[in-house]
């Protein structure tokens, strides 16, 4: 992926994790640091985004981690990458198996590489649509989400 390609957009409280990560991989050129946000500059940053990145992790004992940060990408309309530090995580990649991105762990770089590719690739050529997230995303609004909850209890009851 050439410089010209691709920008990364950081906005949170680890910029300084995130600036020796740069520093160590030269990465100056395409990396801008917005610092701490107001949530509504975080949420028009995540929509003007051509993917998003979403970090979590799993273990043989913790799988699902799912913080609201996914559904505020679902919100945004765009792909969503998320990369996984630990073994593999069924129940998220569940939830991300109709949404535009996908799940990828840390250990298979070469994946993870030609899959952001690809992503990237797509973005420029138009090939994603907000539409397609639309009907991604329906099952986890809440007024969808609730009834499928309410039909889990009467069942159980």
Do not use: C
């Not at 050129?29 to 949420?43: H, N």
């Not at 929509?47 to 913080?67: F, I």
């Not at 991105?101 to 993870?112: A, C, P, R, S, T």
């Amino acid at each position: 992926i050439s410089h010209g390609e691709v920008e990364i957009r950081y906005a949170g409280k680890d910029s300084d994790v995130w600036q020796r990560l740069v520093d160590k991989h030269g990465l100056d050129a395409i990396f801008y640091d917005e610092g701490l946000v107001s949530r509504q500059r975080a949420l028009e940053l995540q929509r003007k985004s051509h993917v998003n990145l979403l970090l979590t992790y799993s273990s043989n004992e913790l799988k699902g981690n799912v913080t609201g940060k996914i559904f505020e990408y679902m919100r945004a309309m765009r792909p969503i990458f998320v990369l996984i530090n630990g073994p593999e995580d069924v129940e998220l990649e569940a939830i991300m198996q109709e949404i535009p991105g996908g799940v990828f762990y840390k250990n298979d770089k070469e994946k993870l590489k030609s899959s952001l590719r690809r992503m990237i690739r797509a973005q420029r050529d138009g090939e994603f649509q907000n539409r397609d997230m639309h009907d991604a995303v329906r099952p986890f609004l809440w007024e969808n989400a609730i009834v499928g909850f309410a039909r889990h209890i009467e069942i159980e009851n």
